[in-house]
């Protein structure tokens, strides 16, 4: 697994964070900077779909949050926010195109064995636009995360 400078930046990220805001935290991060690297176990999930649509989103770390809303849920969502953001920084930098594995894949392909016959289905992808967008979009959303827990410390 490629970790692309995701870990390094991340867990810099979340200390500057977790100094600032719960101290104590500050034992978690290096956990939670590499379950920032996480959205990228799709490269192992499905060969030629990486960037699939449930692993980069916020989803499933909203979900969590929502169950066991504590400093440990509210710093995996900014991990992963963060590693969203790094997509696009670093790509960005780097110069690539907004084509291939930058995009999210929204519907991966799929192979249905049958007895006498294969259906291979259709991989939908969104284009390099909407994925910054939704990439960027996931970013914000966990930072508005950020926002109401400081208002909640701060009240």
Known sequence: MKFKGH????????????YFLEPTAIVL???VAFIGTMPDIDLKLYE?????VWFHSLLLPILAYIFYPTILTLLIILAFGHHFFLDV????LKGKKQTGFYTI???PTYTFNFILFKIKTREYRMNGRASTIWLLGNFVISLLFLISYVLLIFK
């Open 7 to 18: 870990l390094f930046w991340t867990f810099l990220y979340l200390l500057i964070i977790a």
């Open 29 to 31: 991060i290096f956990i």
């Open 48 to 52: 030629g779909s990486h960037r699939w």
């Open 89 to 92: 920084i670093l790509n960005l």
């Open 105 to 107: 894949c929204v519907v």
